[in-house]
């Protein structure tokens, strides 16, 4: 390392001893020890589905997205963690798959371990259980917290504390919950707290965790008015979807909380002189993400973002005893800025139409079919709820045609009209995608073509945000993960370990090391 | 920034001093401005369409590419510049769109400065000239040296020595190369040598490169026969395609150059005492991805990894003198390592079956477009072309559903067989672009449906390297570039500077700081 730089004395020199290792000059490996003093206050956000290109989406939206009719200034706003002055870049893959899913990649970010596919906390054998650094810290004595937007019993948070052979096994997960001791879960619920199985109801998982001393809140003013000395804590958003998740945040209504406000309240609750160990994971991007719907995707990172703000808020009050890291789990959907249709432009304003998620427009479409016979229903009837919800028109070909000689000629209010109207192919698309919803057919995914067009999602609300996200400018490839590398962002006490290009095992030894909760 | 480090004492403090703004600790704002002592040798490559998606794309070929029927135990390799001791991000957007094309992203590299879409060394008004990095180290005495596998007067290497309103102005450009007294240009040709229109030939460029004083090379003995007192050379590959580039290195032939040996022999024309800048383009991993063409793009990814070494060979002989810089100018295609198809699995050893460019397919194309009438153009009769050059097979029914079988059962080549057998929907997708192939149609981009499916390329050749690259579990979006953020990787004198998340800008003047060419 030091032959390629020049001499500019003992400081530099000493300066890449310190760190150097951590700059990767050896290719494959990369320095976990940290030398320094620890971290008595440990952050990690993980972004489920949080790739660079999700990141710079809502950067290019924060920044250009207001611009109407295009961008012919384009500029990006960064977000709270773009800011963090350490970044590096994680390959992600599992020990059985180029593409990884949620329960090694957060394995890895947790034990430092890699595992197969659908695996919590151990081995890909299945025998061997993995300590966690929530664990450790712990053990330690310090204060854990783990935070999510989708259930807390769901892969992410349950890599923190749980060792299970399948991550579809939530009612194990949840035990392993109550028994970790842990003084604070917040954000989504218990998935599946009668038993994974409705013909094999177990003890709801509620109380069992009130036996195990853990005390449960509901409503936003209870969890609100939660002090240090409340004891262990599952403080469970008012409003829950299907899945036991928090809402998408474009869906927040005010009797919720923020993620960002969850955090906030776990910071308050977990101060302590001995320290503590935070785990904040922003869900719910991937899941917007597995459905190609940019807009939710944005709001939800929106909504990661300012949780992470939270930590740099106490981090600048605890300067030399802070360490927060930022990371993602995988990328999702094969999301670029750039589609074949839009070509060199983009046009992101275009998704700030969009007024609900994908879910809540699932339901309008669920609701029109209860209400009408599929050989009844009819497109036109629907179509109002399209324009209301995306912004999307079906401009009469008379009027259009005027328009656009008026748009031709530099009108501002015609280029906009425009701008949002369907396309002959478009509008056929939505046809398509409307009929087959209609039939309300059970096994969308079973047929190679409509797996392709759909991924098994409501074929009227997924064209529509495609159409939506390709004006914009914006393409997926696909509906489960990808494999490529995602970026780290970092600050405080042994940041600059994280510069580089390293494995997402390395995150957990890093940190494990920084906060030296190792044994 | 100090606040957020454990105090380990004065060599701590002092490292991020030196370099803790390039950290990125105020967001927006970088350090551009190198303290220590300058470097001697300055390397800038530009990997044209090479963002962290073709990287990675390129690792895990490398790593797992051989691999036979999947990715059971999933490794990359990386390659010479991703073991770069430094890691960086760019954003790349031009002064008017979120996606730039390589004049203006070459034109931030090269000047510092932003400028619109098709626009080469000026500003968006196009009156105000830029000054180079090139220019002004040759100003300071130094040699210079520009290389790329595109033509010599294309947009990125132009970026380096012209100022025109338009970068398809390649007779003007090329004219501006010829004054610009740099040492060395090697790679591709002069497009468009005898004038930017057929209909009004101008004086043969090469002609005009003579009487200013250039040697033209022609041949892999004259060039590799090159000594540092040959004066003025232009060195252009024995073989060029129809836009005066080299070949794409899967089909390279003994007769050719590659990439490295350009650069080794560039490296040992320019090295003098008083310095040099070498700017070295791989600039068709760039066409490649414009064409959907993931081996192809891989295979070039290799050839620039190659040329970089040669620069990494040289660094290390001279270690204190050297800056190393690797950097894409943008995305292109929308590449992702994940398609709907292939769900959480990857099989890059598909890609490895390919064995020619679809450059060099679509002339297999036109050969039997042109033997054969439309209505008489057999597909079965051109079948066997899409299996010796893809390996893609069409089995018959009864002998796939016996393969299936023995798949069940374990039989591991009959997996393999099967791996590469089509289903019934991509024939049907191959029947229909050979149709449509074998019209010959010349305007294929006019319609939306069309150019969403081919691109405005040859239909069979782009559909079928779809088909390949999404067997293979890589996925496209577009026939253009993208807006995400590209990484940089550097070596050497003053490399710590390019640490961080910054923008194109920035690498100039980086660049211009630590090589103190600037004035």
Redesign the interface.
């Known amino acids: 390392?030091k032959?390629?730089?020049?001499?500019?004395g003992v400081?530099?020199a000493?300066?890449f001893l310190?760190?150097?290792a951590a700059?990767?000059?050896?290719?494959?490996t990369t320095n976990n020890e940290w030398?320094?003093?620890?971290?008595k206050y440990v952050f990690m956000f993980i972004g489920d589905g949080m790739a660079?290109?999700q990141v710079?989406a809502a950067e290019?939206y924060r920044g250009?997205g207001s611009v109407e009719g295009g961008?012919?200034?384009?500029?990006?706003k960064?977000l709270s963690f773009?800011?963090?002055?350490?970044?590096?870049?994680i390959?992600t893959?599992?020990?059985?798959?180029?593409?990884t899913?949620s329960a090694p990649a957060a394995t890895s970010l947790a034990s430092g371990y890699k595992t197969d596919?659908g695996v919590i906390g151990m081995d890909p054998g299945k025998t061997k259980k993995f300590t966690t650094i929530a664990q450790m810290a712990r053990d330690k004595g310090q204060k854990v917290g783990i935070l999510s937007s989708v259930s807390l019993n769901h892969a992410t948070p349950a890599s923190f504390y749980a060792s299970v052979p399948s991550r579809n096994d939530y009612y194990g997960i949840a035990l392993q919950m109550f028994d970790s001791n842990f003084d604070f879960f917040g954000g989504g619920g218990i998935h599946k707290a009668k038993g994974n199985k409705k013909e094999e109801p177990q003890p709801d998982a509620y109380e069992v965790a009130s036996s195990k001393g853990y005390k449960i809140v509901r409503t936003r003013e209870e969890i609100l008015a939660l002090k240090p000395d409340d004891g262990k804590i599952i403080a469970v958003n008012p409003v829950l979807d299907a899945d036991s998740a928090m809402p998408y945040d474009i869906d927040r209504t005010d009797k919720e909380l923020s993620l960002a406000e969850f955090t906030k309240k776990a910071i308050e609750l977990l101060d302590n002189p001995k320290g503590f160990f935070m785990m904040v994971e922003g869900g719910k991007i991937d899941w917007a993400c597995h459905a190609n719907d940019a807009a939710t995707a944005i709001q939800d990172t929106f909504a990661f973002a300012d949780a992470v703000q939270e930590a740099v808020l106490f981090?600048?009050k605890h300067?030399?005893?802070?360490l927060i890291v930022v990371v993602g789990d995988h990328?999702t959907g094969?999301?670029?800025?750039?589609?074949?249709?839009t070509?060199?432009?983009?046009f992101?304003n275009k998704i700030g139409f969009q007024k609900e998620s994908y879910l809540a427009f699932d339901k309008r479409v669920a609701d029109f079919r209860k209400n009408n016979a599929p050989d009844k229903a009819s497109f036109d009837a629907f179509f109002p709820q399209i324009t209301e919800v995306f912004g999307l028109t079906n401009l009469p070909a008379d009027e259009a045609k005027t328009l656009e000689e008026k748009a031709k000629g530099g009108d501002k209010e015609a280029k906009k009209l425009l701008a949002m109207n369907l396309?002959e192919?478009e509008l056929q698309q939505l046809h398509d995608a409307f009929a087959r919803s209609m039939k309300g057919e059970q096994e969308r995914s079973k047929d190679?073509?409509t797996?392709?067009l759909y991924?098994g999602y409501e074929p009227l609300t997924v064209k529509t945000t495609h159409i939506l996200n390709q004006k914009a400018?914006i393409?997926?490839?696909?509906?489960?993960?990808?494999?490529?590398?995602v970026?780290l962002f970092a600050?405080?006490?042994?940041?600059?370990l994280f510069?580089?290009?390293y494995d997402n095992t390395d995150v957990a030894w890093k940190t494990m090391s920084i906060s030296g909760v190792k044994n």
């Open positions: 390392m032959r390629h730089l020049k001499g500019i400081v530099m000493t300066m310190l760190c150097g700059w990767g000059a050896s290719g494959q030398k320094g003093e620890q971290a660079l290109q710079n290019i250009s961008n012919t200034t384009p500029s990006i960064k773009t800011q963090l002055p350490v970044q590096g870049m390959t893959y599992s020990s059985n798959s180029f593409i899913d596919n981090a600048e300067p030399n005893e802070t990328e094969g999301m670029s800025i750039g589609f074949a249709g070509q060199y432009e983009t992101f396309s192919l190679e073509q797996y392709l991924g400018g393409g997926w490839t696909s509906y489960a993960h990808t494999g490529i590398p970026p600050m405080g006490v042994g940041a600059e510069l580089g290009y």
